[in-house]
């Protein structure tokens, strides 16, 4: 990329951000003397020190939680860095950054969970927190400390240069020259907004069964909207590329993809007709369209809601559920994608979970209390949003394996249905089993071909009767590449989905009557 | 940290930044608390206790721009912060438009008491507030013998901010809140439909009962019993009151002065026209005592006032904040909503459904969205069908879709119950000829 400006030139002209972000890199300068350490090269060492605190204040802290009699104890510090930089009206004229430090303590009584945690991180106000989460238990036990041990963990997101290190001017170079493509790309452009964003996470976790993890989370993101306008209509679209990725995934062609999709997507929508209203079938492109199985299955397979009898796949493990060709998946493993996770946020190791085999309901994605509620192995699924949320099981990046069909003959056999490209939002009842998820765009399908463009419709299902009703299943799996959060119980945690071309014999399309 | 020390902080942080090089800084440093328990078979399932602090920082460095927010608190950590900060936005670039609101839009009086403070807030025993749980969870298990499981909560929470700009303005504000509802699965054929109903209040002492939040979440999830979805068409529709806050919010964004300035609002060319049917007038009163959005001034500081948004349908103004403001020429009015009421109509739901022939009385939105700039939308729906005042079963896995230019026009009636329990204070609401989609 022609306007980059070279690292090593930057560090060496720019004096206060030399060490760090945008806007900053916060490391507590109490722990550190001399330029501290950052990125996946760190060691446990580094982070006992990152946080200012040793194996013994967290025995201490442990103990603590555990003195009113819990079964089971866990600390978790976290340090969260963003920055975000933003460009409208064709300058880069916006910066923000976002510091957030601190300790989560839980304490577990069988299947009850206490919880708090404390922004400082000296001995006094740790244990503090700790006497907090302990109060969900209420008798009176001495505890005998235990050695720590700490795994090795295998790597899914190495990146080139930690984001700390990039500073805000090699950034805005991006903005500008993806600014400048959207607005050469098409005269019908009138507003563009670009935003570059990269947040890092550094957590470091211990129990009191003596397992001790740590984990260099970074995640980059750069996003497009664009507007258009055509004899007086005015059209407006979105399009992103995120993952736990560091700066060099931004490369020319990357760039490019960025601009001319966010484009293509706007001014298509001056075409765009609604479908009927009704039952229709409906093909979902390879890649976003996976919502449907964040929501369809996704949700209702999260073990919390089993455990509690309200999910619509409470009774269904071991059910044959969908054709033999339909496998889905949940991984935590799949390199650079924006759901994965070295380790979870409870310390477990992450893997690759299947929820469908087959077409049989395989398996529930656990934490700890779910996992421990139905004597199986955690599945690596316990995640929190920060160090100040209880974890809970979450997906991470769920998707469906290659089928025998091919994507032309699975367009071809529709007569009049809607193909569904890319997304917004989507939401699902865990107990009904309704879901519903936003079609940004698409195209309608009428004789076996794909014609007008389409736009703003819900599209809304019941998960059991859709797996079912999965007719046919590509071979073209493609991952999501945008910018996925899950909300959850108020917390929000990085997801992807992926999906190969899929044919739905019918859902309930929003649209209009005749 | 007292609130003496939290508001020489914030002194601090303005005067430091300047002194890096900042030309106009807006500083606040706040204070949150509040405590969640959540109560399943009588036994506490979680119970968590938070504490937070930070510091958030607006710099204006020569027209130039950039906001940073940090919760260590330490004071040399703070030092290189502030500092790193006003360096940074050395690189963006300048833009005219970008400084603090004019100081003739800072309140002048901040004396009104707007009721949203519980003084008692840290004296209310934490066993009482895991009875409430317990209640609840009694009373909406007595409700069926089909619940399946049932679970109660509550939750409350204190906050206080001080905040203070450059160029004059210094503002205080403390609030509190007191939540507590159930959350309630039955046992259908196949599925199991959940319902909830929370409940809140600014005051410990004036919570909505235990009784009302129990019964009502089951009464929310017993009524989906036997829910399917009915054939497409053209429906009245009739939107119970705690919902309707969905498809008013397609209002907000359009009407926002970033929105126009961006060429991305419906709303543009619209203000004196009418933008919805006579029936709907609509108010942001920032003063309601004990409102959800009440306050004196908005988080750029500019003075709250009352705001007629929509009269008899017609678009009176638009949400003007301080810079998009500033880039259109308008007068900054304050960039977010606050409470929103509305002119009420005559009668309650009981009396409007009765007139129904056919319909849908839609109870709660499932997914969907709207585009700002088109004004095309559709939202999931569930409720039940209404015939010659009846409701006469329950559907769901519905869609409700059209643009929001017509689909306002169609609002025949407002009742005159209004919401308690949002900062939305809408009343039940009928719309004609509305597109369903189902079979």
């Known amino acids: 990329m022609k306007a980059t400006i070279n690292r090593r030139d930057f560090l060496k002209a720019g004096a206060v951000t030399a060490v760090g972000t945008a806007i900053l890199p916060h490391f507590l300068s109490s722990c550190t003397s001399g330029p501290a350490a950052t990125g996946s090269n760190m060691t446990l060492h580094d982070y006992l020190e990152h946080f200012g605190v040793n194996k013994q204040m967290i025995t201490q802290i442990i103990s603590e939680g555990l003195s009113k009699g819990g079964d089971y104890c866990d600390v978790f510090f976290q340090h969260m860095i963003g920055n975000y930089i933003g460009l409208e009206d064709k300058a880069v004229n916006r910066a923000y950054s976002d510091v957030s430090f601190g300790v989560g303590i839980r304490v577990l009584k069988g299947d009850q969970t206490g919880y708090s945690f404390s922004e400082e991180v000296s001995l006094d106000a740790m244990k503090s927190a700790a006497r907090t989460a302990a109060n969900i238990a209420n008798s009176t036990t001495k505890v005998e400390p235990v050695a720590f041990e700490t795994p090795k963990l295998p790597n899914y997101y190495l990146i080139k240069t930690p984001w700390e290190e990039i500073s805000i001017n090699e950034k805005i170079p ?6 400048e493509k959207v607005f050469a790309l098409d005269n019908r452009i009138i507003k563009s907004n670009v935003w570059f964003t990269d947040e890092t996470s550094y957590v470091l976790f211990a129990n009191s069964e003596g397992r001790m993890t740590f984990d260099y989370q970074p995640m980059g993101q750069i996003s497009v909207s664009c507007t258009a306008e055509q004899n007086g209509k005015k059209e407006q679209n979105y399009f992103d590329f995120s993952g736990r990725r560091g700066i060099e995934f931004f490369t020319p062609e990357t760039i490019n993809t960025l601009a001319s999709e966010a484009v293509k997507r706007t001014v298509s929508l001056f075409d765009a007709v609604k479908p009927k209203a009704g039952e229709l079938p409906v093909v ?10 964040h929501e369809a299955i996704g949700h209702g397979m999260e073990a919390d809601f089993n455990r509690k009898d309200v999910s619509i796949f409470s009774d269904k493990i071991g059910k044959k559920v969908a054709k033999d060709f339909v496998t889905i998946v949940d991984d935590g493993t799949n390199p650079n994608i924006r759901g994965s996770i070295n380790v979870d946020d409870e310390g477990n190791e992450t893997e690759k979970t299947y929820l469908v085999t087959d077409g049989t309901m395989n398996s529930y994605l656990h934490d700890r209390i779910s996992a421990k509620h139905y004597g199986v192995k955690p599945t690596g699924s316990g995640r929190r949003e920060s160090f100040r949320h209880m974890p809970m099981p979450r997906m991470r990046n769920t998707y469906m394996e290659n089928g025998p069909h091919k994507k032309d003959e699975i367009i071809e056999s529709v007569k009049y249905g809607v193909y569904a490209e890319s997304f917004s939002n989507g939401q699902v009842m865990i107990g009904a089993g309704d879901f519903t998820f936003y079609v940004k765009s698409g195209y309608l399908i009428e004789n076996g071909k794909l014609t007008q463009p389409i736009k703003d419709i819900n599209i809304i299902g019941n998960g059991p009767k859709v797996l079912a009703d999965i007719e046919m299943v590509a071979d073209d799996l493609k991952m999501a590449e945008g910018g996925w959060t899950c909300g959850k119980n108020g917390q929000g945690v990085p997801v992807s989905q992926g999906l190969p071309t899929v044919k739905v014999s019918k859902i309930t399309v929003g649209g209009v009557n005749a | 940290m007292n609130t003496k020390e939290r508001k020489d902080m914030a002194i601090w942080a303005v005067e430091y930044a300047k ?3 900042a030309s106009e800084v807006a500083a606040s440093v706040y204070n949150s608390r509040s405590v969640e328990i959540e109560v399943r078979e009588q036994k506490i399932e979680k119970i968590k206790e938070s504490t937070t602090n930070g510091l958030s920082l607006n710099i204006y460095r020569d027209h130039k721009y950039s906001g940073h927010s940090t919760n260590n608190l330490n004071k040399k950590d703070l030092q290189k912060f502030v500092k790193e900060a006003v360096e940074a936005t050395k690189y963006l670039t300048a833009d005219e438009y970008r400084e603090l609101p004019d100081p003739s839009l800072y309140p002048e009086n901040l004396e009104k008491d707007l009721k949203i403070e519980d003084r008692g807030y840290i004296s209310v025993n934490p066993e009482e507030k895991v009875k409430i749980a317990k ?11 089909k619940i399946i499981s049932a679970t109660g909560g509550y939750s409350d929470d204190y906050s206080e901010s001080v905040k203070v700009h450059s160029n004059g303005f210094v503002g205080e504000r403390v609030s509190t809140s007191f939540w507590a509802g159930g959350e309630v699965t ?14 809140g209040s600014r005051f410990y002492k004036t919570m909505p009962t235990t009784d009302e939040l129990g019964k009502q979440a089951a009464q929310n999830a017993i009524r989906k019993l036997g829910q399917t979805k009915i054939k497409s068409g053209k429906y009245d529709m009739l939107i119970e009151n705690r919902s309707v806050g969905r498809l008013l919010y397609m209002f907000v964004g359009p009407m926002s002065a970033r929105a126009l300035q961006q060429k991305s609002s419906y709303l543009e060319g619209m203000l004196g026209k009418q933008i919805a049917s006579p029936a709907l007038t609509v108010i942001d009163d920032p003063f309601i005592e004990g409102g959800f959005g009440s306050r004196l001034y908005d988080g750029e500081g500019i003075a709250s006032k009352e705001r007629v948004m929509i009269e008899k349908g017609v678009l009176k103004q638009y949400y003007i904040d301080n810079y998009y403001g500033k880039k259109l020429g308008m007068q900054p009015n304050g960039g977010r909503t606050s409470n929103i009421r509305f002119d009420l109509g005559k009668r ?17 939105f499932n ?3 709207s585009n700002s700039t088109t004004g095309d939308f559709s939202f999931g729906v569930s409720g039940f069908l209404v015939e010659n005042g009846q409701l006469v079963k329950p559907v769901n896995e519905m869609n409700i879709s059209g643009n929001a230019n017509l689909f306002w026009q169609k609002l025949a009636e407002l009742g005159n119950d209004p919401y308690k329990y949002s900062s939305m204070l809408s009343p039940t609401m009928l719309f004609n000829d509305i597109d369903f989609s189902g079979l």
């Open chain 1, 174 to 179: 991006y903005l500008q020259q993806i600014n």
């Open chain 2, 348 to 364: 309650n739901y009981d009396a409007i459904v009765k007139d129904i022939k056919k319909g849908i009385f839609v109870t709660s």
């Open chain 2, 135 to 145: 209640d609840i969870e009694n009373v909406a298990r007595a409700q069926s013998d």
């Open chain 2, 19 to 21: 002194k890096q090089g």
């Open chain 1, 284 to 293: 979902l492109a390879a890649g976003s369209s996976g919502i449907l199985l």
């Open chain 2, 367 to 369: 997914g969907g969205n």
């Open chain 2, 186 to 199: 039955v046992k259908d054929a196949d599925a199991r439909p959940e319902g909830y109903h929370w409940g």
